[in-house]
């Protein structure tokens, strides 16, 4: 095959991040701050997106529900009056169906408190899920702080009903105080 | 137990990949008009935390809404999956210099020399002879089977003030990936 054909070496690091991209078969991928406006603005490209897609009606629907969850609690920043540091929101299609991925990074604190809901989440049935999911909606109370993990634990069990699947997630150690969180929703 | 095809872990790489090259925001998918209002507005929220002079936004902006129009009117659209050419892209990362805004899309192989020519012609031009072209070019001007009248490289090249630096990468025979990055100056 001809070789590449460029102007200067400045763009070439550009080229090279986007080609190790290309093997995760990205069908939609987002970095950057999350205020409220970007998250409606996200939904709405990311749902054409989908709908695109010859996929049956409550495959889409599911899709769409994960994204919602995701985009609004777990890696929205819209309760700052300034939005926080940029989150990522992925999108990829294989195989195995679709797989959406999110990543932000948040205090030790509430690192642990998710870890400590997506492990009890992951050892329940449907049945206890949706058990959970009516006590935990009667529990909530707004908080005004910048992550509600109240809202974000009744996300996650709403992914894990909906998805029928474990919630993958990784913790990674920053050089701050803060960690990467990531979690990993496959829907089949 | 997780799917084999996708590890999670490569996320954090990902994202620090991202922050390395100082990218604010970045896109992945499909282009069209209303994508494109889309990507302007969530720039424009992105923008609103940036402490920069109004005129530099504006002059980001417009070069963002010529790219991406220029992305809608030539990109590729690949229908067969077999073929991995990627999906068009936009970029924009932020140093303490400069603005860059990065954009990708398949095109045919067919067009790489009329977009080769059209760059380096304006990256050879100082302002004064960008003016005379553009306005030459606004004169001889016809409408192209995608439309518009060329005059996108004119404009990007005079609103940045600085060379448009390209990339065509071989996807197979007939298919390239075009990139293009602007930079404009704080």
Same mark, same amino acid.
């Given at each position: 095959m001809s070789e590449a054909i460029f102007s %200067? *070496? *400045?763009i070439c690091s550009y080229v090279d991040f986007k080609q190790k991209t290309n093997k995760h078969k990205f069908i939609f991928s987002y970095r950057g701050k999350l205020s409220h406006a970007i998250v409606k603005n996200l939904l709405a490209m990311a749902e054409k997106k989908i709908d695109s897609f010859n996929e049956e009606a409550s495959v889409k629907k599911k899709i769409f529900g994960v994204m919602v969850n995701c985009l609004q609690t777990i890696c929205a920043d819209d309760k700052a009056e300034e939005a926080g540091s940029s989150s990522i929101f992925l999108i990829s299609k294989n195989a195995d169906g679709f797989t959406i991925f999110t990543g932000r990074y948040l205090e030790k604190t509430v690192v642990d408190k998710l870890q400590e809901i997506i492990e009890s989440i992951n050892q329940l049935s449907r049945e206890s899920l949706s058990d959970l999911y009516k006590e935990k909606l009667k529990e909530l109370e707004t908080l005004n702080e910048k992550f509600n993990i109240d809202e974000t634990m009744l996300s996650l069990i709403d992914i894990a009903k909906k998805t029928n699947q474990k919630i993958v997630y990784l913790v990674e150690p920053s050089s701050k105080d803060d960690f990467f969180f990531s979690i990993k929703v496959q829907i089949k | 137990m997780e799917p084999a095809t996708q590890n999670i872990s490569f996320l954090y790489e990902f994202y620090r990949l991202m922050k390395q090259h100082q990218v604010i925001m970045m896109y992945e998918g499909e282009f069209s008009q209303e994508i494109t209002k889309s990507v302007l507005s969530m720039t424009e929220n992105s923008f609103s935390t940036e402490k920069v002079d109004e005129a530099i936004k504006k002059k980001v902006y417009n070069i963002m809404m010529e790219a991406l129009q220029n992305i809608c009117k030539h990109?590729?659209?690949?229908? %067969?999956? +077999?073929?991995? +050419?990627?999906e068009s892209l936009f970029m924009i990362s932020s140093t303490d210099k400069e603005y860059q805004i990065i954009t990708g899309n398949a095109i045919e192989k067919k067009i790489i020399d009329t977009i080769k020519n059209k760059i380096d012609l304006v990256n050879s031009l100082d302002q004064e002879g960008l003016k005379n072209l553009y306005k030459e070019a606004r004169l001889n001007s016809t409408i192209s089977a995608v439309g518009g009248a060329g005059l996108g490289f004119i404009d990007i090249a005079r609103k940045s003030a600085n060379k448009i630096s390209y990339h065509f990468n071989p996807v197979n025979e007939n298919i390239y990936y075009f990139t293009q990055m602007v930079t404009v100056t704080k």
């Open positions: %200067d *070496a *400045a | 990109e590729f659209k690949n229908t %067969d999956e +077999s073929i991995a +050419s990627g």
